[in-house]
Every structure is written in C-alpha cells, then in structure tokens.
C-alpha cells in the first residue's frame, strides 16, 4: 500500500504559477511511476503528465500541457512535484497525484486525495 498527500492547491490569476507536491508512503519500494491526473468540473479525468521513479528519469505530458508544465521528483523525500506556469483559466481543475507499481499494467492504483486549483480570468 502507498499513501499520497498533495500539497494544498491555490487560487492565482492567469498567466500565474504554481507548485503543487505529493508525498508518498508506506511501500514506496514498489512505485514504478507517479503521475498527476486532473479533473475539471464536468468533464473527465485526464492525464497531466508522469515520471519514472528510479534509475533514469523518463517524464511524459499530455501534449496540450508541454512546455508549461514541469514533473519532478525527490526520491530522498519520496515527493514528487508539478510545476505548473502560464496557468489559464481552463487549467482550473482539482488535480490528482497517483503511483503505478506495476510496468507490466498501464493502471495506477493508488491515489491522494486532489486539490484544488482555480484560475481566474
């Protein structure tokens, strides 16, 4: 089992930045990828972008999302982070961290809880 706990969200204006992290724990050994997901109000949730957690570093974004948005990790603090700049309101979601712990199956099994992000016009 892992346990995730993002940082809390924000309220920024467009054109605004903002970190969000997600700490991981419990079997933390078995993570094999940590990614963000969103989801905006009446739409469906949809992938952000992904890092893998050891060895060499492979990211991936969700096209629309690349050169905006940054993924990182710190293994040491078992955290992984999302930067996020030239926010826009369509940005405005409740985002999600989440850890895949196996390569085999493309399904990520654990969750945090989300947190808010709002951008205004």
């Known amino acids: 089992q892992v346990q995730l706990v993002e940082s809390v969200g924000g309220f920024v204006q467009t054109g605004g930045s903002l970190r969000l992290s997600c700490a991981a724990s419990g079997d933390t050994f078995s993570i094999y990828t940590m990614g963000w997901f969103r989801q905006a109000p009446g739409k469906e949730r949809e992938f952000v972008a992904s890092i893998t957690w050891s060895g060499s570093t492979n990211t991936y974004y969700a096209d629309s999302l690349k050169g905006r948005f940054t993924i990182s990790r710190d293994n040491a603090k078992n955290t992984v982070f999302l930067q996020m700049n030239s926010l826009k309101p369509e940005d405005t979601a409740v985002y999600y961290c989440?850890?895949?712990?196996?390569?085999?199956?493309?399904?990520?099994?654990?969750w945090g809880q989300g947190t808010q992000v709002t951008v205004s016009s």
């Open positions: 989440a850890v895949r712990d196996r390569p085999e199956v493309y399904k990520y099994d654990y």
